[in-house]
């Protein structure tokens, strides 16, 4: 703790008298031209020369380039192909394919439900959250091949390709958002956990993607679960096959998340001890008043 | 002699007997002969001061420094006091410390020098020799900046003041890190109350050096009428002082070797300081002001 060093450094040093104290840094040139103090400036508003006679060029003209009146700056038209590059959120891609082949290799046990810390454990994708990265999208490359009934929960879905593939062999998609704090968790669960954290609850999504995860075209999590079941209905009649029966597929295949929720079987808030194999969860009430909101 | 409060804080603070009103009869008369425990030895018990401590510090408990007594020579310890951690135990900033030393020293400071403009001078405006024809340089008047006796021509124009109000936080802060850092180097005493049985200034003097008192000492206490005994002696000693606790600065604190309280001074120095470190810009959300001034 810096204060308890400081004041180790007080009881051992000398006594703190007034030819002790510190004196403040010195000033450097940059700051001294910066703030000009009163004989410079009297020297810089003399009676002659560009600044007494109002002869300065205007802001933003360099002499040696200037083209006309106009500064460099304003010559050059805009051209704003790449306007928000700096906000937009990217998605990895994940085709049918590599799911159907990662299931195939037996990499991935469809038995269970298919999430992204499931994804990264397979070590293909390096998501980077710092780099606006929100997790993976399903591209529809290998819809014919796709023969298996999974539990997906994905970032993205551009194309009702995708989707209707894995519904027609039984499968459950859901799109789920993850804010860059949860989503450091998730990518490496082992490296969160030996670093002694409560698990964060998630965020609910930005303004602009609240409309894509209240869809339910796009199977959002936070869309009516009475309108998915239309759409696919919709989805299967307009791609031509027949919804098989939910109620055969084990009660692990229906296993949904909580919108707060992170971690299958773990809540927000709990704290994970590997050494000693214990789980500590919090008692007061405020804690779990905001976990749980 | 040189009692360091830190260490027995530290070994007090593993037996958690200390935050209450006790009155320790049985457990202390280890350290006095075993003459007579039937009548009651109300003088050379130690007693535990209560002081109730307002706006408590979330992760620090109370700091403890011992009460003794001017009223007799030798050195007896009447009980413990609690200290605020905020105010005893903060960072020690030094640089803080000296921007309140340079404050005190430049905010009544007046620059008296003015060097009077050329038409102040006196009405010498003829020319001292015709233009051409004399084998002298030309000049106009006779007390132009290049003669000798001449006017200044950007000179010190009058009096200037540097008179700032450093901030208030930083105030607050500079009386908190004085405080600390005088407890930390063991030149703090708090004192039941500044009664001298004599007015002999000798009394004095020899009590400070059995109990290496340094050679300076300020007195604080709660009032500005000081009792009539102490006040002699510090006057006819060199470099003890008094104080009103409205006097407190930093300067003086520094300064002075040592520094000794009453627990009355305590009380007002806590109660003003927390007051300050614990008050908001908004009026709504103000707490109430201390009573007294």
């Not at chain 2, 050195?75 to 005893?88: A, C, R, T």
């Not at chain 2, 024809?133 to 000049?139: D, P, Q, S």
């Not at chain 2, 008179?163 to 600390?180: Q, S």
């Not at chain 2, 040592?258 to 009355?264: E, H, K, Q």
């Amino acid at each position: 703790m810096p204060i308890e060093r400081g004041l180790q450094y007080l009881r051992q040093m000398q006594r703190v008298t007034l030819k002790n104290l510190p004196m403040p840094l010195e000033k450097t040139d940059k700051w001294k031209r910066e703030h000009p103090d009163e004989n410079t400036m009297k020297t810089i508003m003399s009676k002659k020369g560009p600044i007494s006679r109002s002869g300065l060029p205007p802001y933003g003209i360099d002499p040696i380039q200037a083209e006309g009146r106009l500064p460099w700056i304003l010559t050059v038209p805009k051209e704003p192909y790449y306007e928000g590059v700096e906000e937009a959120r990217q998605y990895l891609p994940i085709s049918l394919r590599t799911l159907q082949r990662l299931i195939d290799l037996r990499r991935i046990n469809p038995a269970r439900p298919i999430d992204l810390p499931v994804l990264c454990n397979t070590k293909l994708f390096s998501i980077q959250p710092d780099q606006r990265q929100f997790g993976l999208q399903l591209t529809d490359e290998g819809a014919d091949l796709f023969s298996t009934p999974i539990n997906l929960e994905i970032q993205w879905v551009s194309s009702e390709v995708a989707t209707a593939a894995i519904e027609r062999c039984g499968g459950i998609l859901t799109t789920r958002y993850f804010d860059p704090v949860s989503l450091s968790a998730l990518i490496d669960a082992k490296k969160f956990f030996e670093r002694g954290e409560p698990i964060p609850r998630c965020d609910t999504p930005p303004l602009n993607a609240i409309e894509y995860y209240t869809d339910p075209k796009q199977r959002g999590y936070l869309a009516n679960p009475d309108l998915i079941r239309e759409e696919r209905q919709r989805l299967a009649q307009k791609y031509g096959y027949k919804l098989p029966d939910a109620s055969k597929f084990s009660p692990m295949f229906h296993l949904r998340k909580d919108p707060r929720q992170i971690f299958f079987g773990l809540a927000p808030g709990w704290l994970v001890n590997l050494k000693d194999q214990t789980i500590l969860k919090p008692k007061d009430n405020k804690f779990e008043t905001f976990y749980h909101s | 002699m040189m009692i360091k409060s830190s260490s027995i804080a530290k070994i007090l603070r593993h037996c958690s007997v200390f935050r209450s009103i006790q009155r320790f009869e049985s457990s202390t008369t280890t350290s006095f002969p075993p003459e007579s425990p039937a009548s009651p030895i109300t003088q050379q018990l130690p007693l535990i001061v209560s002081r109730q401590i307002e706006y408590p510090h979330i992760r620090y408990p109370p700091l403890q420094a011992w009460l003794e007594t001017l009223g007799q020579k030798r050195d007896e310890k009447l009980g413990l006091v609690d200290l605020h951690p905020s105010i005893w135990q903060t960072s020690p900033r030094l640089d803080i410390l000296y921007e309140n030393v340079e404050w005190q020293k430049t905010y009544k400071k007046i620059d008296w020098a003015y060097t009077p403009p050329h038409h102040e001078y006196p009405n010498m405006r003829t020319k001292p020799w015709p233009q051409k024809g004399t084998g002298r340089a030309r000049h106009k008047s006779r007390f132009g900046p290049q003669w000798k006796g001449g006017y200044k021509v950007n000179g010190p124009k009058g009096p200037t003041s540097f008179f700032y109000v450093l901030p208030k936080e930083k105030r607050v802060e500079g009386l908190c890190t004085a405080l600390t850092v005088k407890l930390h180097q063991n030149d703090v005493h708090i004192v039941d109350s500044l009664d001298l049985p004599t007015h002999q200034p000798t009394y004095l003097q020899e009590l400070a050096e059995d109990r290496f008192w340094g050679p300076s000492i300020l007195f604080v206490d709660d009032t500005d009428i000081m009792p009539h005994n102490i006040m002699f002696a510090t006057a006819k000693t060199e470099g003890f002082t008094l104080m009103p606790v409205y006097g407190l600065n930093v300067h003086s604190m520094i300064k002075h070797t040592t520094l000794v309280l009453t627990i009355r001074a305590l009380n007002k120095i806590e109660k003003k300081l927390l007051h300050a470190l614990h008050s908001y810009d908004t009026q709504k959300d103000q707490p109430p002001a201390p009573d007294e001034p």
